[in-house]
């Protein structure tokens, strides 16, 4: 091994074995690859919540107000006589957003895999700092038990959504989730921020500063490309959320009237003068938007990779999609107001909102058809990963699609707060992001546990998932489109909506089928990890950096010297060689020049 | 007990289910399986993937065939709706065109380009060309549809006083509806929250003093003369909700704090409305429906449910607290005769307070 410039002191320690106690290796690690697989199962147990949560109320809208035994065992005093009341109906919908788009789409998506794979594929010893990358997933953790515990309050969990506008949010006497569960939210979410920030600031620095020699930017696999912008977008957007609950304590607990003016309620005038709900919506969102974009550029980073991969060629149009993933990065932070378009802010504003949302739909096309051209004349090796893969391009596809008509200002009118949302940000975000996620965990499984998944199980969870996904979410666009509003504990109270009845059976039994299906998975997770075909060095044949370490796991990841990097991810099939794949690492031959622009 | 009993055949599901997965499992010791896929898994998943995308087509045409008359695009009750309905119907068309080309495109290479053993990928790593066409011409369809959009957006938002709209005041409030008419002057007399006095039935907190106010009209029951252009300015009293009426295709959030308006001209009367074909189809349907759920009902004791006919509706559609799922207001839409005659049985707003 030659002699490598290792900016890093860290690399001397790799070469002695540290003396690690259970606690420093599982509980307390520093280590990036074990940090990783924290984040996956704190967000698969959370996940595992937030399905449960949503059998629950698809079973109240199918079946409202029928007595139901599953409601009596799980939730005690909220379900008299077995009949859902109405609060903790508006409680379930709310935690189980708030679960799925923070604790398993943010933390669990790109907690896990920016941990695992930056390091690993930039060709660096760990993060920049172990230490605070540690601290990032304890704050996760905390806020998760924080989130969890709120569920047990007296008065309720926090009831006002996802979304948790004021004033709803902000007065106890509205609503009882409004009490103690909320403060919780507030102090879960807090807490989720601060390690966000701190992961990303990580993330940011280490991408930056810990590059491999010869890994130059404009060769780091997609993968990297997008957890670089999903990080910088968090650092700029989380903080604004974090003012907003920051400022809404204030109006809960010192009196303070940042969102609050002009209320009478139960029977009294309340102090409050001056100020705005519109300035939390403004607030939220500025977070909110670049949020879903938080979730969804991981995912598409994912799948780049994946299926360049599994097709045996390059990512179609390298470039393109790394200006791509930059534009929808920078066009995410302009978009917020296409959420509030009848929040009854300046129309114009909903003019101007439309219009930065339309520019944001055409890097999204954009990716879609480089993934479509990156599977034509492949030669296509359909694992379960890729099948995932492709399965997040198409419901990337339905689900982008609908989301032109609720950008368009007018359009929104008639559908903002309907089912036709609901069905639109789950195509997108608990379809086709699950999905990224799902394909990551297949594909990188060797790498984090050492042993595969089992195959043949991995294939039914994908055809029975995406049978039941379509199932439930198809018929949801319709239903909206007639005019049903979310967020309603029933909807018998209006004969008008009578026959959105067998719709909404329809989409609870595909809900039910599908969450339930979900444990075919969870078994093959936990299962392959103790007792897994044990795996070999690359199994997927691929050829970036991550598959040239060790199967098993060691503190700073190469046993010498880190490789250096000589050419960029995509050389499948290339024509100048006989091989079928050349890794990163490989030295250019004689002559030898970069195969694309 | 019941608890504990659904708690233990959840677990028996569950180990059944764990015991039916390792059963698989077994089952395929033995076989030369190997780890990653292989032709043998390539050509089966390739099926499926067209498999999947009749799949796709065959749900996307019977959600058409069995709730395509539910979304709202026709017949629409105010001046706006047509527009906005044409305006919903092109974008729906533009994103079906693409949703089936691009799903069978990406379902069908999927299926074409399975690998097989001794097949090579096509080196192909970009093509800008390709790029620049693919994005020119999704930016002005786009563009096309959004300008058309904004028009339309306008032409709603900007109402135009001149016409002399009716005035009506939306007050929403957990969890009721009520409405406040400007009467005579057309004017709405000064309100606040502040001003709210139960005792006295002043539950809007309207200025009693102000001269405004003393034709006001304060009703729980919405009427509306066909042709004539309204504008609802919308009040809440404690937390944010939305009026949402469907049929005019018009919502606005009534913010607490802030007073919020949205205007439309209805165009068909309830009376109308109720005998479209359409509507008579759909009431039909949804009677037939309450019929069937009446006989359940009846069967364990319980009161059948009453016939429904149709009215328009003013819904809650801002998540307010635990009753926004029951949080309506009738809305009627009658002749110019028939709304004078109902306005003249109202009392005025000094009339309807508690001396």
């Known amino acids: 091994m030659s002699a490598t410039l290792d900016t890093h002191g860290h690399d001397d320690h790799d070469v002695h074995h540290h003396k690690e106690t259970f606690v420093t290796k599982y509980i307390f690690s520093q280590d990036h690859k074990m940090i990783a697989k924290q984040y996956l199962i704190t967000g698969t147990i959370m996940g595992v919540i937030g399905v449960l949560m949503s059998i629950m109320f698809r079973m109240q809208i199918a079946w409202p107000e029928k007595p139901n035994v599953l409601f009596e065992a799980l939730l005690g005093k909220w379900a008299p006589d077995g009949v859902m009341d109405a609060d903790i109906y508006l409680a379930l919908v709310t935690i189980h957003g708030t679960i799925m788009v923070f604790f398993v789409l943010t933390a669990g998506l790109s907690g896990t895999f920016s941990n695992l794979l930056i ?317 990224g996620m799902f394909a990551g965990i297949y594909h990188w499984f060797p790498k984090m546990f050492g042993r595969m998944l089992n195959k043949n199980l991995g294939y039914l969870h994908f055809w029975v998932t995406a049978i039941c996904a379509y199932g439930v979410f198809f018929p949801m666009h319709f239903i909206g489109m007639a005019g049903l509003p979310r967020r309603y504990y029933t909807n018998s109270n209006f004969p008008l909506f009578d026959d959105t009845a067998n719709a909404n059976v329809i989409i609870t039994m595909f809900a039910i089928v599908g969450g339930l299906f979900q444990l075919v998975y969870l078994w093959n997770f936990f299962y392959s990890i103790f007792y897994g075909k044990k795996t070999t060095k690359n199994p997927w044949k691929s050829t970036t950096l991550e598959w040239t370490t060790e199967v098993k796991h060691i503190h700073g990841n190469w046993e010498g010297a880190i490789p250096h990097v000589h050419r960029w991810p995509y050389d499948y099939s290339n024509p100048f060689h006989d091989v079928d794949f050349i890794p990163q690492n490989v030295p250019m031959k004689e002559g030898e020049e970069e195969l694309h622009h | ?222 009427h509306l003369p066909v042709g004539q252009q309204v504008v609802f300015k919308m009040r809440s009293q404690d937390v944010l909700h939305s009026a949402y009426m469907p049929h005019f295709r018009a919502q606005m959030n009534c913010v607490p704090g802030m007073v919020t308006q949205f205007g439309f001209t209805p165009t068909i009367t309830t009376e109308d409305m109720r005998n479209s074909p359409d509507m008579i189809d759909k009431v039909q349907n949804i009677n037939q429906i309450r019929i069937e759920k009446s006989k359940a009902l009846t069967a364990e004791g319980e009161q059948p449910l009453d016939p429904y006919e149709f009215d328009y509706l003013l819904l809650c559609n801002k998540i307010c607290g635990k009753s926004h799922y029951n949080m309506q207001m009738k809305i009627i839409v009658e002749t110019q005769e028939e709304f004078d005659a109902w306005m003249a049985e109202q009392k005025s707003f000094p009339d309807s307070l508690n001396k």
């Open chain 1, 119 to 435: 390091p690993l594929q930039i060709g660096a010893r760990d993060m920049a700092s172990g230490f605070l990358n540690m601290i990032s997933y304890w704050l996760f953790f905390v806020s998760s038990v924080i989130m969890v515990i709120s569920l047990f309050v007296e008065a309720g969990p926090a009831a006002a959504g996802w979304t948790i506008y004021p004033p709803l949010s902000a007065l106890p006497m509205a609503q009882g989730g409004s009490g103690m569960g909320m403060t919780l939210w507030l102090v879960s979410m807090a807490i989720f921020i601060a390690s966000s920030l701190l992961g990303s600031l990580n993330y940011i620095v280490t991408i930056i500063n810990l590059r491999t020699k010869g890994m130059s930017m404009t060769r780091l696999p997609l993968t990297i490309w997008a957890f670089f912008v999903t990080a910088i977008l968090g650092v700029i957007s989380f903080p604004v959320l974090l003012s907003a609950a920051l400022l809404l304590i204030m109006d809960r607990s010192f009196g303070t009237s940042f969102f609050l003016s002009d209320i009478f309620i139960q029977g009294e005038v309340l102090h409050y003068q001056g100020g705005s709900p519109v300035l939390f919506e403004h607030l939220f969102w500025f977070l909110g938007h670049p949020e879903v974009y938080i979730v969804i550029l991981p995912a598409m980073g994912l799948v780049s990779e994946i299926m360049a991969t599994n097709s045996r060629k390059p990512i179609f149009g390298y470039r393109a999609m790394i200006m791509s993933i930059l534009a929808i990065g920078f066009l995410s932070t302009i978009v917020w107001g296409h959420h509030m378009f009848i929040s009854g802010m300046n129309p114009f504003l909903g003019s101007v909102f439309t219009f930065t949302t339309l520019l944001i739909a055409i890097p999204s096309a954009v990716k879609a058809f480089n993934w479509i051209t990156t599977i034509w004349k492949g030669n296509l090796q359909l694992n379960p990963a890729m099948l995932f893969s492709i399965g997040f391009v198409s419901t990337f596809i339905t689900g982008g699609l609908t989301g032109i008509i609720l950008g368009d200002s007018a359009l929104d009118i008639n559908v903002h707060d309907t089912y036709f949302v609901v069905a639109h940000f789950h195509l997108v975000m608990g379809i086709s992001a699950l999905y």
């Open chain 2, 1 to 222: 007990m019941t608890a504990l009993l659904t708690i233990i055949i959840v677990l028996f599901v569950a180990v059944a289910i764990w015991q039916l997965i390792k059963i698989f499992d077994l089952a395929q010791v033995g076989k030369t399986t190997s780890l990653v896929a292989d032709d043998r898994d390539n050509k089966i998943n390739g099926y499926m993937m067209m498999v999947f995308l009749a799949f796709i087509y065959i749900v996307t045409i019977l959600s058409f065939w069995y709730l395509g008359d539910l979304p709202l695009v026709s017949n629409a009750a105010s001046e706006h709706g047509p527009e906005l309905d044409n305006l919903m119907i092109i974008s729906m068309l533009l994103i079906f065109i693409v949703q089936t080309v691009t799903q069978y495109l990406l379902h069908y290479y999927a299926f074409k380009y399975r690998g097989e053993t001794g097949k090579k990928a096509l080196f192909y790593a970009d093509n800008n060309t390709l790029e620049f066409i693919w994005t020119i011409i999704p930016t002005i369809v786009l563009a096309a549809l959004i300008i058309y959009g904004l028009f339309t957006w306008n032409d709603i938002m900007n109402i135009n006083e001149d016409e002399d709209p009716m005035v009506i005041e939306l007050y929403a409030k957990q969890f009721q509806w009520t409405a406040r008419y400007g009467g005579e002057d057309n004017v709405l007399g000064k309100a606040n929250v502040r001003l709210i006095d139960i005792d006295k039935a002043n539950i809007l907190g309207v200025a009693e003093d102000d001269p405004n106010a003393q034709d006001d009209v304060v009703v729980s029951e919405l």
